[in-house]
């Protein structure tokens, strides 16, 4: 199994992506908002890139009779109108279960968007990194990870995250690992004894939400507790995988 590892989506132009499975990681927060959200029975997520789109979205399916949310952010501030920002804590099974939810983020739904090429495109977090490995393994193809980064840059949060999907997989079998894949995962072996320490005052979306007092959600998102769910996106939306 070949393994990539992209800094973010920027490095998906002109990539060919029709026989590998993607796995696209925005732990602070998209994708940990999306795994809590299905772990709490959202019946599925519509990401769009846009505010307007969210919309859009929302309206169409409220008149076809579904339940519906709004949810997600712009420079990790709730979008106004919007039912729940960008929180992975916000996302009760009173609120969502049986919801379809229209997400919209700065970073991640632009890059599940931008990687919509790939057979499977998988959603991870640090909490269904085991489940993701697994996944992989199952289907046997090549992979590439990639970071959803902040403003289209590198971003250690979710290079972590790589790295421990990476150690998730080397325990299991054996890999061809690209440099970049490497990295990460030499960069997890750093970071696994303390994330907080590692990213605190050198990761610029960490030191971001921290500024902005949502030490809750830092704690939440690297929380290693297991959650075996694969969010899984086909034809525009996510649904479980075994949906």
Not at 44 to 65: C, I, K, N, R
Not at 147 to 156: A, D, E, I, V, Y
């Amino acid at each position: 199994m070949r393994v990539d590892c992209l800094d973010s989506r920027d490095d998906l132009i002109g990539l060919e992506l029709h026989d590998k499975t993607v796995v696209v990681i925005d732990v602070l927060r998209a994708s940990s908002v999306m795994v809590e959200a299905f772990k709490n029975g959202a019946k599925a997520m519509v990401p769009v890139e846009t505010v307007e789109d969210a919309f859009d979205q929302y309206h169409q399916l409220l008149s076809q009779g579904y339940q519906v949310k709004l949810c997600g952010e712009r420079e990790a501030n709730k979008v106004p109108g919007f039912h729940f920002g960008n929180s992975p804590l916000e996302y009760h099974r009173k609120y969502v279960e049986d919801h379809i939810l229209i997400h919209t983020t700065t970073n991640g739904t632009q890059t599940i968007k931008a990687a919509d090429q790939g057979q499977m495109i998988l959603m991870a977090s640090m909490h269904n990194t085991q489940g993701i490995a697994q996944a992989l393994i199952n289907a046997n193809q090549d992979v590439v990870i990639v970071c959803s980064g902040t403003h289209r840059q590198f971003s250690m949060d979710d290079a972590v995250c790589a790295g421990r999907i990476i150690d998730h997989l080397m325990e299991k079998q054996k890999l061809d690992l690209s440099d970049k894949g490497h990295g990460v995962h030499q960069l997890y072996q750093i970071a696994k004894t303390d994330y907080h320490d590692f990213l605190k005052g050198k990761c610029l979306h960490y030191d971001l939400l921290l500024q902005k007092g949502l030490t809750d959600d830092l704690d939440y998102c690297f929380n290693e507790d297991p959650i075996p769910l694969v969010p899984s996106y086909y034809q525009g939306q996510i649904r479980l995988s075994n949906d």
